[in-house]
């Protein structure tokens, strides 16, 4: 469904990705791992169009590299960033809605599926985003994302400075996510999580991938978690 080759990105004249391949097909979760600095977050920018980048991408049959990001979201692409991106003065009902791709049609992911898989979003309904915690946060821009109606999510460190409790949370949601049939480009630190959830894992270092394989396979490979992943 998204097919990566060969794609280069560059921060002023940093050289931050230097040729990445990735693929991710139908039914699947993908994790992207590597320690921070190695071009992750990059990488779904570049594919999402917020980094000008070289090389191929590819998705659902259609060439990306070049478009701007709400044509890439429009053609089907979700995007959760790291910094979750809600707006704060906004209810989390409000938020919600300006996620919604259209009020035309019938919407296969709502607002009482969100609160459904979240009550702790229900009851917050009215609150503004800026005062729900950084988990009720995340909860709220990962649904707010589906309201989209996307073909394929990349979600960006969605774990990233939560209690163990919620990182479950998460990490639940996520397989939720799939099980409906949409399949999830994962950036992710904590590799337990990825390795839990995941169908398929990509390594990255210096800008490169360096690994892909199952699971089960990166747990063999002692040399490349010391010398990619480990601190």
Same mark, same amino acid.
């Given at each position: 469904?998204?097919?990566?080759?060969?794609?280069?990105?560059?921060?002023? %004249? #940093?050289?931050?990705? /230097?040729? *990445?391949?990735?693929?991710?097909?139908?039914?699947?979760?993908?994790? +992207?791992? $590597? @320690?921070?600095?190695?071009?992750?977050?990059?990488?779904? %920018? #570049?594919?999402?169009? /917020?980094? *000008?980048?070289?090389?191929?991408?590819?998705?659902?049959?259609?060439? +990306?590299? $070049? @478009?701007?990001?709400?044509?890439?979201?429009?053609?089907?692409?979700?995007?959760?960033?790291?910094?979750?991106?809600?707006?704060?003065?906004?209810?989390?009902?409000?938020? +919600?809605?300006?996620?919604?791709?259209?009020?035309?049609?019938?919407?296969?992911?709502?607002?009482?599926?969100?609160?459904?898989?979240?009550?702790?979003?229900?009851?917050?309904?009215?609150?503004?985003?800026?005062?729900?915690?950084?988990?009720?946060?995340?909860?709220?821009?990962?649904?707010?994302?589906?309201?989209?109606?996307?073909?394929?999510?990349?979600?960006?460190?969605?774990?990233?400075?939560?209690?163990?409790?919620?990182?479950?949370?998460?990490?639940?949601?996520?397989?939720?996510?799939?099980?409906?049939?949409?399949?999830?480009?994962?950036?992710?630190?904590?590799?337990?999580?990825?390795?839990?959830?995941?169908?398929?894992?990509?390594?990255?270092?210096?800008?490169?991938?360096?690994?892909?394989?199952?699971?089960?396979?990166?747990?063999?490979?002692?040399?490349?978690?010391?010398?990619?992943?480990?601190?």
């Amino acid at each position: 469904m998204l097919e990566v080759r060969g794609l280069h990105a560059w921060y002023g %004249k #940093s050289h931050i990705l /230097q040729g *990445v391949d990735l693929d991710v097909r139908s039914g699947e979760i993908v994790s +992207l791992l $590597g @320690r921070n600095g190695v071009g992750r977050s990059t990488t779904v %920018k #570049s594919i999402m169009g /917020q980094v *000008v980048a070289k090389g191929a991408v590819r998705f659902r049959g259609e060439d +990306l590299v $070049g @478009r701007r990001p709400h044509e890439i979201a429009r053609r089907g692409l979700g995007y959760v960033p790291e910094d979750r991106a809600i707006f704060p003065d906004l209810t989390v009902r409000q938020n +919600l809605a300006l996620g919604r791709k259209s009020l035309r049609g019938a919407a296969t992911f709502t607002e009482d599926n969100a609160y459904e898989m979240f009550p702790r979003l229900k009851e917050r309904a009215e609150t503004p985003g800026g005062v729900l915690s950084g988990g009720e946060q995340q909860m709220l821009t990962l649904c707010r994302t589906l309201m989209g109606d996307p073909k394929l999510v990349m979600v960006d460190e969605p774990t990233e400075g939560l209690a163990p409790k919620i990182v479950e949370l998460v990490a639940q949601f996520l397989l939720a996510i799939r099980d409906r049939g949409i399949p999830i480009l994962l950036v992710e630190q904590k590799l337990d999580i990825a390795l839990d959830i995941s169908e398929r894992v990509y390594v990255l270092g210096h800008g490169k991938t360096v690994f892909e394989g199952t699971p089960a396979e990166l747990r063999e490979r002692g040399d490349i978690r010391k010398e990619w992943l480990e601190v």
